[in-house]
């Protein structure tokens, strides 16, 4: 991976400085978020400049809105992943806390972008505001950047055929109705669930479908149910399988988690980190009377998924 992640705005070396940066939450990188990548990007070319993303972590929502249920779409590690591959030489992490969200629009512009990381540009989306009270807008930007001496792009919203505008609060929306091929068509890729697999009570391995288990941990949680899944292992091999998400009612309640049935694969990924696309939802999280009856709907779900995401079996 090419892209470089820096940490924070205050003493970056000179080196990490002076690129042509994105600026926003980017959580979820869906195609509104690549249009205004792409503006930084046609500004770092035409300056022959690095490429970079500005965004924040933790996210300003943990800070203002700490009890809300979670809702991120990504991890650190998936953005990166996925900012590399558009080009990024560096994602700028600035850490949201109190000193940073007391920062007015005026002050963050100068004090974090020009004084701190030394943008050469900045690309925002159409709709963004910024600093304390989030007054910033673009037009505030175009006139810090004539001030201090960056150039400003502001990016076209980007929408469906119906005109709807891509966000990451209707891919979230669509998740959490059980519309995962609607929440990758606003991402332009399958939303993906990426974590360490746990040792669980291995009973699938008993009954003849071991699972890989995974935490949800900070994810927005999609409707729980079973799904048509593909897995990315370390090594780059894409399985396809059958997942559940839920809190396994019929075994015992446990945290949500995400249970994946990898198809015709028979290996340890005991404390490997993997990364699993939730293709197509398949029914809902059902309670059953008995093991035997559980086995039957799994093996139909088997068959429905294959069709999906293995259809050559």
């Not at 205004?36 to 972590?57: M, N």
């Not at 972008?113 to 159409?126: D, E, P």
Request: with cysteine; charged share 25%.
């Amino acid at each position: 991976m090419r892209l470089k992640i820096v940490h924070g705005w205050k003493d970056v070396p000179a080196e990490e400085k002076g690129a042509a940066v994105a600026l926003g939450n980017f959580d979820g990188v869906h195609r509104g978020h690549q249009q205004v990548i792409a503006e930084a990007a046609k500004a770092a070319r035409e300056l022959k400049v690095p490429l970079g993303v500005v965004t924040f972590d933790p996210h300003p929502r943990r800070l203002f809105r700490p009890t809300e249920p979670a809702f991120r779409l990504m991890t650190i590690e998936q953005q990166a992943r996925l900012l590399s591959d558009l080009g990024v030489d560096f994602l700028y992490l600035l850490p949201f806390d109190f000193e940073m969200a007391t920062l007015d629009d005026r002050a963050f512009a100068e004090r974090v972008l020009h004084q701190g990381l030394g943008i050469r540009h900045v690309a925002v989306g159409f709709d963004i505001s910024f600093g304390k009270g989030r007054t910033g807008s673009p037009q505030a930007m175009k006139a810090y950047g004539e001030e201090l001496g960056f150039s400003v792009s502001v990016a076209e919203p980007v929408a469906n055929r119906d005109g709807e505008k891509f966000s990451s609060t209707g891919v979230r929306e669509a998740l959490r109705a059980g519309h995962p091929e609607e929440a990758a068509r606003i991402l332009g890729r399958p939303f993906a669930i990426e974590g360490v697999v746990r040792r669980g009570q291995q009973l699938g391995r008993q009954l003849g479908f071991p699972t890989a288990n995974v935490e949800i941990v900070d994810y927005v949680v999609p409707k729980l149910g079973v799904y048509a899944t593909r897995t990315r292992l370390p090594d780059g091999r894409v399985i396809p399988g059958v997942a559940n998400l839920g809190n396994n009612p019929t075994t015992g309640e446990v945290e949500t988690r995400l249970e994946t049935w990898l198809f015709d694969f028979d290996e340890d990924l005991y404390g490997q980190v993997i990364e699993t696309q939730l293709i197509a939802f398949l029914r809902p999280e059902l309670k059953f009377d008995s093991i035997e009856l559980m086995i039957q709907q799994i093996r139909c779900d088997e068959t429905q998924a294959r069709a999906i995401v293995a259809p050559q079996f």
